[in-house]
């Protein structure tokens, strides 16, 4: 019974409207793929260094702070993530802002040692990492708008 003593088969419209909320729409998709292609590429390309070699027996002197973070980190929350967003849930929401501010954290990590590098640039290192932080201001701004969706 609803407030005004109608029961929700006297008004279809609500069940439609919860429908209708719980539907994702082709923007929170695209995020969704996006985040769980980012998070199937952050574990495999770690596992093997970005092709440096294996994780379990890395080459001498090579730095394994990014590798690791993105195995334990990264690739399970943006994994996480995605299936929240594809299932509108309230916590697939609440996730990707916590993967919003780790993609701009690390990319502002990686912009940084690429800076003090100097040129050339490696695009490959630049390129997904612009990529990253893109997707990061669509997980916030679009998300934000659209919060009251999720379940």
């Known amino acids: 019974m609803s407030e005004k003593g109608h029961s929700s088969e006297d008004n279809p419209r609500q069940e439609d409207s919860t429908a209708e909320k719980a539907k994702p729409l082709l923007p929170v998709k695209m995020l969704s793929i996006l985040l769980f292609l980012f998070g199937l590429f952050a574990f495999a390309g770690s596992a093997f260094l970005w ?10 002197g090579v730095d394994l702070a990014f590798p690791i973070t993105d ?17 509108m849930k309230q916590w697939g929401y609440v996730t990707s802002q916590f993967v919003a501010g780790f993609y701009v954290y690390a990319s502002v990590e990686i912009f940084v040692h690429v800076a ?15 990529l990253a932080v893109l997707i990061a201001v669509a ?6 708008r659209i919060r009251d969706r999720f379940d």
């Open 116 to 130: 003090q590098d100097g040129p050339p640039y490696a695009m490959e290192v630049a390129a997904p990492q612009a």
């Open 71 to 87: 195995i334990l980190v990264n690739a399970p929350a943006s994994i996480a993530a995605a299936i929240g967003l594809w299932k």
């Open 51 to 60: 092709g440096e070699g294996a994780i379990f027996n890395p080459p001498a």
């Open 139 to 144: 997980l916030v701004v679009y998300l934000w």
